[in-house]
């Protein structure tokens, strides 16, 4: 596992001083204040902090479906323009069609780029067997569990050859020990894939268990308050740990101190950010 | 599917039966020529036979024509303005005009303008299923998840592939529900126009015989009538299992 020392690299996701704000029917709201972000190619990095923190902003501006009110999204070193057909989103309800059978939603992704049919389905097929799901090709996502309507999600994703994955609270709907299975499989398709990720959550367990680096942000209006390294966690049985319990107590203190502190006065400690 | 049919025409038979019981049990108590019972009604379907099977196919064209003009020229519009305010907002004070207007005043004018034959009562029920179609489609399309959209557009698609397979899968039920409704409001507009205007279809066949005094016969064309109706109803209920598989099967194995 070599993916971490790419610290002289160009980013493959880069959010410099983005800042939202949303017009609503009661006047103007920050969303995020400033996001400061680079994520290296291959890297895995978790953005921890608060509901309502504009974790979710800083996605859809990831991923280029909201321009942001300030600042910039760079992929690759140049700006973002629009959605871009190698990273993948995957939402809290996963977005599926209710309409379109799993090996249909699989290969959603291939029929928006105009890939012969063949093709595609030979290709969704390859990324059901990934995540496990190939015996149910034929379903409809109204007849999966949630687990499983989150291993679609997850193939739709891989079938398109993605080297970004950006998820927003994929797992905030399963129970508890279907979401240690799912955050084993988000990290198995991880390492098989290379792809960079960036994993929006309030749970700390998950941030710990999936980031190697951790980005802690304030409550809203939004921006990076620490970003805590944690590059052990390709270690193979990282959550039965000491340093994993350790970790998860750290980052309970650090989020913790952030509430108390209430709303960023104080300036975004960049710690690490870029990684040198 | 073969367990599907025998227990849809047991139910259809089980429904004549209770119809045939109740309408018994209305006539003996309205004892009046003008309503006779079903056993009197019903042979004269098979005694007016010849002319009302050709009363029914008339009546059956111009609804169905009708009601696919209408709904194919309102689904494109209601899309568009249930997916654009821009649109919406050059349409939908059109709409709240027009819409509650029934549009059977139009049919002196239309008559006028076409004729007796079939145009101005296709073009009657046509605007009738239009404008429900067009308010329900375009309800459905508003109310699209916003995240069944973002998830499509981060896939990269266009305008184009949005529609294809987020909104218009996402408002087919709701079409159905509407076609249903309104072909009840189509079969009374048919009604209303074949009475009024010209010599063919069911309504002309039922107000002849009213003006004969041929209560028998009069209820022969009545009862095609019914028929006509189940027919619309058959019709969009197997056009609707057919594009919307995925609903039936969802709702038998929720998880």
């Known amino acids: 596992m070599h993916r971490h020392d790419a610290s002289d690299c160009v980013p493959k996701l880069e959010l410099r001083a983005v800042r939202q704000r949303y017009r609503g029917s009661r006047g103007e709201t920050l969303a995020l204040d400033r996001m400061d972000l680079a994520v290296a190619p291959g890297e895995s990095v978790a953005v921890l902090g608060p509901s309502g923190c504009g974790k979710s902003t800083s996605l859809l501006a990831a991923c280029g479906l909201q321009r942001p009110t300030e600042g910039e999204v760079l992929v690759d070193g140049a700006p973002l323009a629009g959605p871009r057909l190698e990273t993948a989103l995957i939402l809290q309800d996963f977005g599926l069609m209710p309409w379109k059978t799993v090996e249909q939603n699989a290969a959603l992704g291939l029929q928006v780029r105009r890939m012969p049919k063949k093709e595609r389905m030979s290709r969704a097929h390859d990324a059901l067997r990934q995540v496990g799901l190939d015996e149910f090709a034929k379903a409809y996502p109204s007849e999966l569990s949630g687990g499983m309507r989150q291993r679609l999600a997850m193939a739709r994703a891989l079938a398109c050859d993605i080297d970004l994955l950006l998820m927003d609270e994929p797992l905030s709907a399963l129970d508890a020990l279907l979401r240690e299975e799912m955050q084993n499989m988000l990290k198995r398709c991880w390492r098989e894939e290379g792809y960079a990720q960036v994993l929006v959550t309030h749970s700390i367990e998950e941030a710990v268990f999936l980031g190697q680096r951790i980005v802690v942000m304030t409550p809203r209006p939004g921006r990076v308050a620490k970003v805590v390294d944690n590059a052990e966690m390709v270690a193979d049985d990282w959550r039965d740990t000491p340093l994993f319990f350790e970790r998860c107590r750290l980052l309970r203190d650090l989020l913790r101190a952030e509430a108390q502190a209430g709303p960023a006065e104080k300036p975004a400690a960049q710690e690490g950010a870029s990684h040198a | ?255």
């Not at chain 2, 109740?22 to 010849?50: E, H, K």
Request: proline residues 6%.
């Open chain 2, 1 to 255: 599917m073969r367990n599907g049919l025998v227990r849809k025409i047991a139910g259809y038979v089980f429904a004549i039966a209770i119809i045939v019981a109740g309408w018994q049990l209305t006539a003996l108590a309205v004892d009046n020529p003008v309503l006779p019972g079903p056993f009197d009604a019903i042979p004269m379907v098979g005694t007016y036979f010849s002319d009302l099977w050709p009363a029914l196919l008339v009546s059956l064209y111009r609804v169905v024509a009708a009601m696919a003009i209408g709904t194919v020229l309102a689904i494109p519009l209601g899309l568009m303005c249930g997916r654009s305010p821009r649109v919406d907002a050059v349409f939908a004070p059109v709409l709240y005009f027009l819409y509650p207007l029934p549009k059977v005043v139009l049919l002196p004018v239309l008559v006028v303008l076409m004729g007796l034959a079939d145009a101005p009562k296709i073009v009657l029920i046509a605007l009738t299923a239009f404008f429900q179609v067009l308010v329900t489609v375009r309800d459905a399309a508003q109310s699209v998840p916003e995240e069944s959209v973002m998830s499509m557009r981060s896939l990269g698609a266009g305008r184009w592939d949005i529609y294809r397979h987020v909104i218009v899968p996402a408002t087919l039920p709701e079409l159905f529900t509407a076609l249903r409704i309104s072909s009840g409001t189509a079969v009374a507009i048919l009604f209303f126009a074949e009475s009024l205007a010209g010599s063919t279809g069911l309504g002309y066949f039922i107000v002849d015989a009213w003006a004969l005094l041929a209560y028998p016969k009069m209820f022969a064309g009545i009862i095609a009538m019914a028929v006509l109706g189940v027919v619309l109803y058959e019709l969009f209920d197997v056009a609707e299992r057919r594009l919307t598989r995925w609903k039936a099967r969802g709702a038998r194995s929720e998880l």
